[in-house]
Antibody, heavy 121, light 107 residues
């Protein structure tokens, strides 16, 4: 069964850091682009960051550029999101999503269940 | 960045109704558009990609059309399971963007 399982969310103070993980199973992880997509409470979906399959090129939304870092460990079939200098507006459910293909320019066919990040003092 | 504008933001309809949701892109995205369905507390699920290709297992009452800057998602006969939020997403550029969403409510 193709599956993505996120972890690492929690409550963090403004300015703090958090690292999210996404464990993948049931498909050839190294081949596919992977993304993080977030959803603030009561709001719509916002793409955060992506990493390509094979080339591992990375891409970021302007709202997180310079603060967040996406990475992947193909030996562990795991995607990461290192989040630094967190702000209240980063509060959201963070989803890990698998792309249809190697390129990040694609739709998402598999999503995790999400992990909640709350930035508050 | 390419902006995606969905309309309406909320739609009230009855079981059996034909429903159409529109998504407009701020510049041409060819056919690089996907549609997702999301139910409360759940992850989104892809319905359609490349503007009109139905994903595996998606009921045939869902259809997508359009190219360039204007796209539509149509549900031919609304079923109880279809009451949910719907989002479009463009993937023409390396900065992916979603529309603001359309909530389909029971009339």
């Amino acid at each position: 069964e193709v599956q993505l399982v996120e972890s690492g969310g929690g409550l963090v103070q403004p300015g703090g850091s958090l690292r999210l993980s996404c464990a993948a199973s049931g498909f050839s992880f190294r081949t596919y682009a992977m993304s993080w997509v977030r959803q603030a409470p009561g709001k719509g979906l916002e793409w955060v960051s992506a990493v390509a399959g094979t080339t591992t090129s990375t891409y970021y939304a302007d709202s997180v550029k310079g603060r967040f870092t996406i990475s992947r460990d193909n030996s562990k079939n795991t995607l990461y999101l290192q989040m630094n200098s967190l702000r209240a507006e980063d509060t959201a459910v963070y989803y890990c999503a698998k792309g249809f293909a190697t390129s990040v320019r694609g739709a998402f066919d598999i999503w995790g269940q999400g992990t909640t990040v709350t930035v508050s003092s | 960045d390419i902006q995606m504008t969905q309309s309406p933001s909320t739609l009230s309809a009855s079981v059996g109704d034909r429903v159409t949701i529109t998504c407009r892109a701020s510049q041409s995205i060819s056919s690089w558009l996907a549609w997702y369905q999301q139910k409360p507390g759940k992850a989104p699920k892809v319905l359609i990609y490349k503007a009109s290709t139905l994903d595996s297992g998606v009921p045939s009452r869902f259809s997508g059309s359009g190219s360039g800057t204007e796209f539509t998602l149509t549900i031919s006969s609304l079923q109880p399971d279809d009451f949910a939020s719907y989002y479009c997403q463009q993937y023409d550029s390396y900065s992916l963007t979603f529309g603001g969403g359309t909530k389909v409510e029971i009339k």
